[in-house]
């Protein structure tokens, strides 16, 4: 093990990072690069069961490594096979481990890390909870009565170790009270309980003695969420409370320490409430491994929330892969830890998510590996999913996608019901959560708001006073850099004389502070020599006196300039013990140890630690510290002393400084400031601050970077505008300290030396020219100038003017008829940096070798050409204008003038609407106009089954508009009608004819349909039925049909089920998804149009009538015994419509893994196909669907072949009685309905006779004991499957011989043998089960024999018929057939008779 530093004699307490860890430093300053040891993780304290491992571990720092040992308080651990001390490499974790572990270790343990610098303690507490029962000496025979107090004494003992009063971590209960019913069994695992029958009584009894206290400060208290860490860091726990008194004072703490919290607006502070309506949420910001702990919220005295937030050290092995699956399909997410962790916290989109019918969480036997299983993926699942491991997470993807080859089918009832319900279920939680979370967010909002508002005003006033600043601090600079100037001669003669006297001063200082330190030397040597005389001689009168030595442990390390013997003399040293008899490792006055031994052991008295810090005057609180600052800003270095009245001295690369031009040497208090104003590369350096001997360093780093001057740069983003073929440059001007490295880009491209790219660069500019430049060489070009302190960029654009390229093709023909030829193009793809302001053509008539000048047209890309001949071909070269000249030519095909093309046929005319004296007309252009316009259409019309077709309007007068009104009609005929379109050629083809139309006024559309209803219904069909609309004259027509619509929930269009309206008043839709939702209306049509549509009020779901969910089969058994190892099989019979949720319980939670759950459409099946005893619970099986629900519950009793009880042993309290008592059967704690059966056999019968069954007591006292007979007794232990073993007793009494008896009768006398009663065996406390017998027993004496009355909570029994009493020879007996509720309570005997009364009481208890 390392020793400390030699010759210092110092022992400095230091603060150590980690509570609860004390470092001590063994030199005055440190080594640079040494530390002295610290904790990093130091040992937790540790409850654990006997008999299991327990270890402890540690990470240490420091440098030289530092050595690493335990101990304990009250003994050694030398013992390798108790103790084991290793290290591990990988995870550099220095454990001890305590294999099998007995209460004799319970103790508080230490470790050290010692290296020649300082020493680091810290303890930890093992507390060894004891299990099972001791050992204890057979008790004697020959007495009964003292073997009958040792009985009662041992059920005494019994009780208490039951209650494991003393042995387990207060911290239990209080996380206990506020855990769900989920966590019971992890918390009793974490604290090493075992006894849950116990703890559960135990905990109902404080849950009500909490709910008192509680009662006193709230009304109510619901909603405990505890805590957790979230995805950003910090961790949550909230609870709904409504408090009597609004002023009452809400405390959090944390291991029992009040803590100080904040209200959320301030992101400095830690620990935070907001209060939400009744809602009180808690919050810690950047949770770090110090968190841990137990958080407790108390209204006033009283606790209201306990919940523990535990941060596992552990690491992510591997981290969640992104997903991706196909919808209905389950998603999983692994990862791995490097240790062991029961649970972790899994979040979907930040929300943490819970085993359950959605999410299933497994942990793999080791607790290293943790999976989520996302269920059935929809679309709702997609995001991102986070596992949070202690202070370490990892997150991952998923990604849902449709499932093509199940697109449109149908996905099956069962499914869109569980759907249907798990979308329910999601919409119900987010309405819980946004109502929860509105009062929240509307006082954040007003919080915020008022924030913003003060913000805005604060910048305002900032920014206002900011441009006064920097206005006067302009006007200041300019004048002190003239004032400068002329002072910087006067200055520099003047530092010259300073100087030199500033050298005379410093060694006359100097030589005054050694005296003075020589004579402060000499006065402390004085002193400590007469300090260690008065010790000496303290010592030597006092016996057994370890001196002033410190221990640090039970078996003591003492510290003595002598080290032998029983009387140390310790002087300025440091010890590890005290005692008269020390075995040292102290230091004396130089600084080395005397070996001391003894063995007699003491016991610490005084701090693990000494308070001996030495106060070596004035010293540093805060030193200087390293500090950089860009040239022409302004610094600051400051250190703070111990005291406000010392000075010290500034020096600069071992140079003093004073309060000069650019330099401020400032004195606060304690605080020492040097401020340098206009930081210079001179100025950097090392920095020293000297007072009374003390000094503190720090290095000053000057930056120069680079620089731009604003107005050059404004002039350098200017856009450089150039012709193509001309150069263009680019200079910026800079400064900054060299070496500089220049980059110019263009188009985020580096350009370098070369071809048509020169570059200059200096210390001062740097300039870009581009020579010969392209219209391809436009675009962005940028400058990165950088030295060691940054990098700053520039950015302009070159544009570069040429001609446009050529028009875009292909060339559109717009016409080509006899009279002109018009075509339009696209613009140039580049118009060269320039807008296009003309187009010229060009025209060449095919099979001619010259072109003719059309010359220029405005801008726009189209051109009509009217001179033009009759069936001759044009060809046409078009260009483009700029500024900058003419592009290449686009050169169109040959186009046809004056040819002879009539128009295509248009479409048949529709009937826009009829009257008894005009029809409407309306139709559409045709596809073909024949190379020309068109410039009108002829309307023609023929009655209904003729040929002849007539002209509707005037033959000269061609129709403009593509809609006509035809008035030449007679009223009842009914018409059909055609359209020909007309061009320059003249008309065309005539297009086909229209529907038909009556010229009659139109109809009025029918009304609503009435009666509609559904007359049946499936998963994939609705039948509807309706009645017709009643005709209205003058209103609403007669009805000729119907259509039926139908819309999906959501969806927004009607679709229409029949295509062809239907005559008949009921119709049956069809094709539709089982159990989706639809609206549904029908509309009534005639020829004057559609009626109004007649709907249902509420959607319909596609599916059967609906039928709430009933069980079928009434033989269903309630009760069920298996025994272990067989297969347990339930099958349950049901009808329900829509097909419904099934839900299997075993006492109120999900059944676990291996149980196989069978769902059928009228049923469903529990199967365990191989029953374990852990299977015993109340099943419950929930049917549920949107109409109702039901439920039926069975009792399945899983159970083997009870263990015999023990050895029966016999005793007699009374005469003519003996009393049978056992131990109990091994399957009495974990079978509540494990009983008794006692047997009888007498030596003259020779047949065995049930004297008792079902007897829940292990005594039991049997009555007509006859002397002369010997007696043997059986105990069997009996359950739902069977008896056990008997367990036999001894045979009790001796055959009777028969001898010839000679009586001779003394002389009588007379008597008293009156006496008053008396219970000589009491009444026992007695549990049992509702349904089961209670058999209550006691013994009394007296005489003359008292008259017994028996009371329950103070009524009597002696006439009530529901009990059994019965007094044979003293032994009073009260039985309970069946025992209930109603008769839990106090039972008390009272024996009353002339001579006096006595009474005995006791209380029943009725197990749930």
């Keep these: 093990m390392p020793k400390p530093a030699e010759g210092t004699g110092v022992a400095i307490r230091k603060r150590s990072r980690v509570p609860g860890v004390m470092v001590t430093q063994y030199v005055e300053e440190l080594p640079p690069g040494s530390t002295t040891p610290d904790f990093i993780r130091k040992p937790i304290a540790l409850t654990i069961q006997e008999g299991k491992l327990a270890f402890f571990k540690a990470v240490v720092s420091g440098y030289p490594v530092p050595d690493v040992s335990w101990a304990r308080n009250k003994g050694d651990i030398s013992n390798s096979t108790k103790y084991v001390s290793r290290f591990d490499e990988k995870n550099e974790q220095y454990i001890l481990e305590i294999p099998n572990v007995d209460s004799d270790q319970a103790d508080t343990y230490k470790c050290f890390a010692i290296n020649p610098f300082g020493k680091a303690v810290c303890t930890a507490a093992l507390n060894v909870i004891e299990v099972g029962f001791k050992k204890r000496a057979p008790a004697p025979k020959s007495d009964p009565d003292e073997f009958r107090k040792m009985l009662k004494k041992t059920v005494g003992k019994r009780k208490e170790k039951q209650w494991n009063e003393g042995e387990i971590d207060p911290r239990f209960w209080e996380v206990l009270l506020s855990a769900p019913r989920k966590d019971y069994e992890r918390i009793c695992q974490e604290f090493g309980v075992t006894d849950f029958r116990w703890m559960l009584r135990k905990l109902n009894q404080k849950k009500k003695e909490r709910e008192a206290e509680q009662s006193k400060y709230v009304e109510k208290i619901h909603s405990l969420k505890q805590i957790e860490v979230k995805t950003d860091g910090t961790a949550e726990f909230e609870l709904d409370m409504k408090l009597k008194d609004p002023n009452s004072k809400i405390l959090l703490f944390k291991d029992g320490e009040m803590l100080d919290y904040g209200d959320g607006t301030d992101e400095a502070t830690k620990h935070n409430m907001q209060k939400f309506g009744e809602t009180y949420l808690f919050s810690i910001r950047d949770v770090g491994p110090e968190d841990a702990g137990l958080y407790q919220v108390d209204v006033e005295e009283v606790n209201m929330f306990s919940t523990s937030l535990v941060l596992p050290d552990v690491e992510l092995n591997t981290t969640l892969k992104d997903t991706k699956v196909i919808e209905g399909q389950d998603a999983v997410f692994e990862c791995a830890l490097s240790d062991p962790v029961p649970q972790i916290t899994w979040c979907a989109n930040d929300i943490s998510v819970e085993h359950g019918e959605k999410y299933d969480i497994a942990v793999s036997e080791d607790k290293q590996v943790h999976k989520l299983a996302v269920k059935n993926c929809t679309k709702e699942d997609k995001g991102v999913y986070t596992a949070i491991a202690g202070l370490r997470s990892s997150q991952g993807t998923l990604d849902v996608e449709d499932d093509p080859s199940v697109r449109g089918k149908d996905d099956g009832a069962d499914e869109l019901a569980r759907r249907l319900a798990e979308e329910k ?103 400590a020599e007469r300090e260690a005389a008065e010790r000496m001689a303290a010592m030597a009168a006092g016996k057994g006196s370890g001196g002033s030595s410190l221990g640090d442990g039970s078996e003591g390390d003492g510290t003595g300039k002598n080290g032998k013997g029983g009387d140390g003399t310790l002087v300025n040293g440091l010890g590890d013990g005290s005692g008269s008899h020390g075995k040292g490792d102290g230091l004396d006055l130089d600084g080395s140890g005397r070996d001391g031994s003894g063995d007699k052991k003491r016991t610490r008295v005084g701090e693990l630690i000494p308070n001996n810090i030495i106060d070596h005057g004035v010293h540093f609180l805060n030193g200087l510290s390293d500090t950089a600052a860009n040239v022409g800003e302004s610094t600051e270095l400051s250190c703070k002393l111990s005291s406000e009245d010392s000075n010290g001295l500034w020096y600069k690369d071992g140079k003093k400084l004073e309060s000069k031009d650019g330099i401020t040497i400032v004195k606060d208090g304690a605080h020492h400031k040097l401020i340098i104003h206009d930081c210079q590369e001179r100025d950097a350096g090392k920095y020293k601050f000297e007072a009374e001997g003390h000094k503190s360093e720090a290095a000053l780093n000057v930056k120069d970077p680079p620089k731009i001057n604003a107005d050059a740069l404004s002039k350098f983003l200017e856009p450089v505008i150039v012709k193509a073929g001309e150069n263009a440059s680019f200079k910026l001007p800079f400064s900054g300290k060299e070496p500089i490295k220049i980059q110019w880009f263009k188009e985020n491209e580096e350009l370098l030396e070369g071809h048509g790219v020169r570059i200059e660069k200096s210390s001062t500019h740097s300039r870009l020219l581009l020579t010969k430049c392209q219209r391809k060489d436009t675009g962005e070009i940028k400058i990165k100038i950088k030295n060691e302190f940054a990098t700053v960029e520039a950015t302009s654009k070159l544009t570069v003017l040429d001609r446009p390229t050529p028009p875009q093709g292909p060339v559109e023909i717009v016409e080509s008829s006899l009279s002109a030829i018009e075509f339009k193009w696209r613009p140039p793809k580049d118009n060269g940096g320039c807008p296009v302001t003309n187009y010229n053509l060009e025209r060449q008539q095919l099979g001619r070798n010259t072109w003719t000048k059309i010359g220029d047209i405005p801008g726009q890309p189209t051109y009509r050409d009217t001179n033009i001949d009759r069936g001759r071909k044009y060809c046409y070269r078009i260009r483009a204008k700029n500024l900058e000249g003419f592009s290449e030519v686009l050169t169109t095909n040959d186009i046809a003038a004056g040819t002879l093309a009539f128009p295509g046929s248009p479409a048949p005319p529709k009937i826009v609407s009829a009257f008894k004296d005009c029809i409407n007309l309306a139709w559409l252009s045709p596809s073909s106009t024949g190379g020309g316009s068109i410039i009108g259409y002829n309307v023609e019309k023929r009655k209904k089954g003729s040929n002849f077709w007539s002209q509707a309007n005037p033959k000269d007068d061609p129709i403009r508009d593509k809609k006509y009104a035809v008035k030449d009609v007679i009223e009842g005929v009914e018409y059909e009608f055609r359209v020909s379109a007309i061009n320059t050629c003249g008309p065309g083809e005539p297009s086909g004819p229209s529907e038909c139309a009556i010229a009659r006024d139109p109809k009025k559309p029918p009304g609503k349909v009435k009666d509609l209803k559904i007359t049946g219904s499936s998963y994939t069909s609705l039948s509807l039925s309706w009645t017709k609309p009643k005709e209205v004259k003058g209103e609403e027509d007669e009805a000729k049909g119907y259509f039926v619509e139908i819309r999906p929930t959501d969806q927004l269009e009607w679709s229409r089920c029949n295509t062809n309206a239907v005559i008949q008043t009921s119709f049956t839709a069809v094709g539709l998804k089982s159990m989706a939702m639809y609206w549904v209306r029908v509309i009534a049509v005639n020829e004057g149009g559609e009626g109004l549509p007649q709907s249902f009020d509420n959607y319909i779901i596609a599916m059967p009538p609906p039928v709430k969910p009933k069980f079928t089969d009434k033989k269903m058994k309630s009760f069920m015994v298996v025994k272990a190892g067989n297969t347990v099989r339930v099958s349950v019979s049901f009808e329900a419509s829509p097909l419904p949720d099934i839900t299997w319980l075993k006492n109120g939670v999900p059944v676990a893994k291996h149980v196989t759950i069978t769902n059928f459409e009228k049923g469903s099946q529990l199967f365990i196909y191989t029953s374990e005893l852990s299977d015993t619970g109340i099943y419950t099986v929930n049917v549920k669907n949107m109409v109702g629900q039901d439920t039926f519950t069975i009792e399945i009793r899983v159970n083997d072949d009870p263990k015999p009880p023990g050895p029966v042993e016999l005793e007699q309290h009374v005469q003519g009685t003996v009393t049978l008592s056992w131990t109990p059967s091994p399957d009495e704690k974990r079978d509540n309905h494990l009983h008794y059966m006692v047997m009888k056999r007498d030596s003259v019968k020779q047949t065995w006779l049930t004297l008792v069954d079902c007897l829940f007591n292990n005594k039991f006292t049997v009555i007509n004991i006859l002397p002369g007979r010997e007696y043997n007794f059986r105990v069997f232990a009996k359950n739902d499957i069977g008896l056990s073993e008997p367990s036999v007793s001894p045979v009790w009494g001796t055959t009777k011989k028969r001898e010839k008896i000679t009586y001779s009768m003394p002389a009588s006398k007379t008597l008293d043998f009156q006496a008053a009663p008396k219970f000589i065996v009491p009444l026992k406390l007695h549990a049992a089960l509702p349904g089961y017998e209670c058999y209550m027993s006691c013994a009394v004496t007296g005489n003359p024999t008292p008259h017994i009355t028996w009371y329950h909570n103070n009524v009597s029994l002696n006439t009530n018929p529901n009990y059994y009493i019965t007094n044979v020879c003293g032994v009073c007996s009260l039985l309970i057939l069946r025992v209930g509720p109603k008769d839990m309570g106090e039972y008390k005997v009272v024996a009353e008779s002339p001579l006096g009364h006595d009474e005995c009481s006791t209380k029943l208890i009725v197990k749930e």
């Design 425 to 527: 279920a999601r919409l119900q939680r987010e309405k819980d959560e946004a109502a929860r979370r509105a009062q929240a967010e509307k006082d954040e909002a007003a919080r915020k708001a008022q924030a913003e508002r003060d913000e805005a005003a604060r910048k305002a006033q900032a920014e206002k006073d900011e441009a006064a600043r920097r206005a006067q601090s302009e006007r200041d600079e300019a004048v002190r850099r003239v004032q400068a100037e002329q002072d910087e001669v006067a200055r520099r003669a003047k530092a010259e004389r300073d100087e030199a006297a500033r050298k005379a001063w410093e060694e006359l200082d100097e030589a005054a502070r050694r005296a003075q330190a020589e004579r402060d030397e000499a006065a402390r040597k004085a002193k």
